[in-house]
C-alpha cells in the first residue's frame, strides 16, 4: 500500500504565485533594489531610445588608407613617440609644446607604475652582465661606449630610485591629428613632426595601424601591443612629474583690460595694469618697426582704459591724425600743437597748486615746495632744445628772466600766490611776455631771438594766450604739425602738460600713453629732457598712474649716453609687449628681455597686430583684437578707408 506525498504548494496557488512574480516591479521592495536580489526588467520600456553606445560608438569608420582613418567623416592620423626619441634632460611641463600644439592635435599619452622590488633587482642583474660584458671586449669596438651608456644609465636609476625614493615607470606617448580634409590633414601632421624634432623629440607614423592607434586612444587604457613595444620608455617620479601637461598659458586678470587672443590657445587675455600686487608696476613699453601695430594697439589700449573710467592722456609725435577718430569717438579733446595750431595749449601756465602729490594719497601733511621753482626749470629744459649751446651764464639769465616774468603777474616762490582770492588760479604769462623781458637787457637779447619764432613769427599762434579746459578725461596732444627743427620742443611742451595733469590727479587713475618716446631719449636730445623724461616714468607708477610708451627705432632709444636712459625706461616698465621687428632690432633687446633664440625668430615672423606679451621671464604670443566699431575708428589701411568712401551715398 502506497501513499502519496502533498505538495507544499498546491498547482493552483504555484500558478497563481507565478503570475504573481510577472508585475514583480511594481511591488519590489526598495531594499531587493538596492542590494541586488532580484532587478527589474526594463527592456520594454527602453526600446527605442538612445543608449551610452550609441552616443559613443561612431556610425561610419573607414581604415583603408595607411595614412589615416575616417571616423564619422573626420580624418584621424596618429603618431606616436618612439622610446628612444625623447630627450635626455627635460625641463617643467616639457610636453606642453604639444598641448598646446594648436588646432587638431591632441596628446595621449600613458604611465604605468613598476614594482619597485622587482625593477630594482632587474636594474641590478642587467647592470651587472654589462659590467662582465665590458670586460671581454677592447674599448676600441662599437659596443663599448653603448654598455658604458647602458651602465651608467643603470646605476642613475638604482640610485634615484634608493636615495631619492622615486619609482620607475614605462611612458607611452600618442599624437593625434584630426581634420575635415586630407590635405589639412598632412598639412598638420608635417608640422607636428617639424614641432617634435624642434622639441627633441622623434616622432614616426603609426602607418598601417591606424585602426590599432584609434583604439590605443581610446580612454580604456589597453594600448595595442605594437605600439606599446615602440613607444616604452622608462621614466621616474620627477620625469613624469614634469611632464604635466597642463600648463596654463592664460593671462586673465580680474579687472583686466582685453588685449587680444593668446596665440598658443586662442584664449582671450586680459591685463590689469593696475593690479600692483601682481605687477611691481603697471609701465608698460611697446617696441615694434614701422607698420607692425603699435598705433592700433595704443589706441586699443587707451580706449579701454578710458571706458574703465581711466584719465588717459596723449604725447603724439608722429601722425596724430590715427588718434583723432577714436578721441572723438570717446568724447575726447584733441589738441594739436603746431604754428597753425589756434588751440595750443599755454607752456608757461602753471596747472598744479603743490608738488607733494603723495599727501593726499597717504594723509600727510602736504610740504609747501616750490611750484614756480619747479616750473622755471622746466621751461628752461625746453628753451635748451632749441638752443644747444647754453652756457652757465646764460642759464642764470634766464632763471632771472623767468621769476621777473612771473613776478609781473603777482606770482611768487610763494604757492599762495598761484591762485587768487576765489581759489582760481592766476592770469599766467605766455611767451610773449618773456620775450619782452629778454629783450630789455642787452646781455638777454641774443636769448630772445629764440623765442622771436613764437611771437612775431610763423609760430606765433602758438604763443598766444587761450583758454583750454583740460578737465577732460580723454585728451590727444598731437605733436605731428611742428616742423622738424621744432620738433622736440613740441614733444616736450606737449609731455609737459601731460605730466601735469596727472601728477595733479590725486588718487585718479590714470595713463600717460607717449608714442615714439625716443625721440626724448635718443641721440638728437640732450641729458637734461631724456633724465625728465626717466624721472617721470618712474614718479608716475607712486601716483596710482601708469605710462605706456612705444619706440620705433631700437638704436636711437639706446644712443644717448651708451642707453642709460633708454634702458631706465625698460627697466621702469615691468610689462612689454615686442611687436614684429627685424632681426637686428630684435638682438638688441634680446637680452635686455631674455629672450631665446626661438622668440627671436618669432618676433621677425610676427604679423601685422601680433606681439610676444613679457612680463618678467613670462613670454606670450598675443594677437590684439578690437571690435568693429574700434576697428572702423582706428584702421589706417588705405583699403578699409577707400572701402568705406565708396559706401557712402
Same mark, same amino acid.
Given at each position: ?246 600648463? @596654463? ?134 628753451? @635748451? ?52 623781458? $629778454? ?155 631674455? $629672450? ?54
Amino acid at each position: 500500500m502506497s501513499s502519496k506525498k502533498k505538495p507544499f504548494f498546491k498547482p493552483q496557488k504555484k500558478k497563481n504565485a507565478k503570475k504573481a512574480n510577472s508585475v514583480a516591479p511594481k511591488q519590489l521592495s526598495l531594499k531587493r533594489l538596492l542590494f541586488g536580489e532580484e532587478k527589474p526588467d526594463f527592456s520594454a520600456l527602453t526600446a527605442g531610445s538612445t543608449t551610452i553606445l550609441d552616443i559613443l560608438s561612431p556610425a561610419a569608420i573607414d581604415t583603408k588608407c595607411k595614412d589615416y582613418i575616417v571616423v564619422d567623416s573626420v580624418y584621424h592620423a596618429y603618431l606616436y613617440v618612439m622610446g628612444y626619441g625623447y630627450a635626455t634632460t627635460v625641463g617643467s611641463c616639457w610636453l606642453a609644446p604639444l598641448v598646446e600644439a594648436g588646432e587638431g592635435v591632441s596628446l595621449i599619452f600613458t604611465f604605468r607604475r613598476q614594482p619597485r622590488e622587482k625593477t630594482l633587482s632587474s636594474i641590478s642583474q642587467t647592470t651587472m652582465m654589462n659590467r662582465s660584458r665590458m670586460h671581454d671586449i677592447g674599448d676600441n669596438r662599437q659596443d663599448y661606449e653603448e654598455l658604458d651608456s647602458a651602465i651608467q644609465a643603470g646605476l642613475y636609476l638604482k640610485g634615484a630610485m634608493n636615495r631619492q625614493g622615486e619609482d620607475f615607470y614605462y611612458m607611452y606617448t600618442l599624437l593625434e591629428i584630426t581634420a575635415d580634409d586630407p590635405e589639412t590633414l598632412e598639412q598638420r601632421v608635417t608640422a607636428v613632426e617639424k614641432l617634435c624634432v624642434s622639441e627633441e623629440m622623434l616622432a614616426r607614423r603609426c602607418d598601417y595601424m591606424q585602426e590599432q592607434a584609434f583604439l590605443s586612444a581610446l580612454p580604456v587604457l589597453s594600448l595595442d601591443p605594437d605600439i606599446e613595444r615602440k613607444a616604452r620608455r622608462n621614466a621616474l617620479t620627477g620625469s613624469v612629474a614634469a611632464a604635466f601637461p597642463f600648463a @596654463s598659458y592664460e593671462l586673465s586678470d580680474r579687472n583686466g583690460i582685453f588685449l587680444g587672443l593668446n596665440l598658443y590657445n586662442r584664449s582671450p587675455v586680459f591685463l590689469d595694469f593696475y593690479d600692483d600686487y601682481k605687477y611691481t608696476n603697471g609701465n608698460c613699453w611697446i617696441g615694434g618697426s614701422s607698420g607692425a601695430g603699435k598705433t592700433f594697439a595704443l589706441n586699443c589700449l587707451g580706449g579701454r582704459l578710458r571706458q574703465q573710467d581711466k584719465r588717459v592722456i596723449y604725447v603724439i609725435p608722429k601722425k596724430g591724425h590715427e588718434f583723432r577718430p577714436l578721441c572723438e569717438l570717446m568724447g575726447g579733446l584733441y589738441l594739436r600743437l603746431s604754428p597753425s595750431s589756434k588751440d595750443c595749449p599755454n607752456i608757461m601756465a602753471i596747472r598744479r597748486r603743490s608738488l607733494d602729490s603723495y599727501a593726499d594719497l597717504k594723509n600727510l601733511t602736504a610740504r609747501d615746495d616750490s611750484v614756480l621753482a619747479e616750473k622755471i626749470s622746466h621751461l628752461i629744459i625746453w628753451f @635748451s632744445l632749441q638752443k644747444r649751446d647754453l652756457s652757465d651764464e646764460d642759464r642764470n639769465h634766464l632763471d632771472s628772466s623767468l621769476v621777473e616774468c612771473y613776478r609781473r603777474y603777482g606770482i611768487s616762490f610763494d604757492n599762495a600766490t598761484l591762485t587768487g582770492e576765489d581759489g582760481a588760479f592766476r592770469e599766467m604769462p605766455i611767451l610773449p611776455d618773456w620775450y619782452e623781458v $629778454l629783450n630789455e637787457k642787452p646781455e638777454t637779447k641774443h636769448l630772445a631771438v629764440v623765442l622771436a619764432r613764437y611771437v612775431t613769427g610763423s609760430a606765433a599762434a602758438m604763443g598766444r594766450r587761450n583758454d583750454i579746459d583740460l578737465d577732460n578725461k580723454y585728451i590727444v596732444l598731437d605733436v605731428s604739425g611742428m616742423p622738424d627743427d621744432l620738433q622736440l620742443p613740441g614733444i616736450f611742451w606737449a609731455t609737459d602738460i601731460a605730466n601735469d595733469l596727472i601728477m595733479d590727479a590725486g588718487a585718479e587713475l590714470s595713463a600717460l600713453i607717449a608714442d615714439e618716446l625716443w625721440s626724448l631719449v635718443g641721440a638728437n636730445s640732450n641729458p637734461l629732457a631724456a633724465g625728465f623724461i626717466l624721472e617721470m616714468v618712474k614718479t608716475i607708477r607712486g601716483l596710482g598712474g601708469i605710462a605706456v610708451t612705444s619706440t620705433q627705432g631700437m638704436q636711437d632709444l639706446f644712443s644717448l649716453d651708451g642707453g642709460k636712459y633708454g634702458k631706465g625706461i625698460l627697466d621702469s616698465s615691468r610689462i612689454k609687449i615686442v611687436m614684429q621687428m627685424e632681426e637686428q632690432e630684435a638682438r638688441l633687446i634680446q637680452n635686455v628681455l631674455n $629672450l631665446s633664440e626661438a622668440e627671436v625668430r618669432q618676433i621677425t615672423r610676427f604679423r601685422r597686430g601680433e606681439g610676444l606679451l613679457c612680463i618678467g621671464y613670462n613670454h606670450v604670443p598675443v594677437a590684439f583684437h578690437a571690435t568693429e566699431r574700434e576697428y572702423d575708428a582706428i584702421t589706417t589701411s588705405s583699403t578699409d578707408l577707400r572701402m568705406r568712401k565708396e559706401e557712402r551715398p
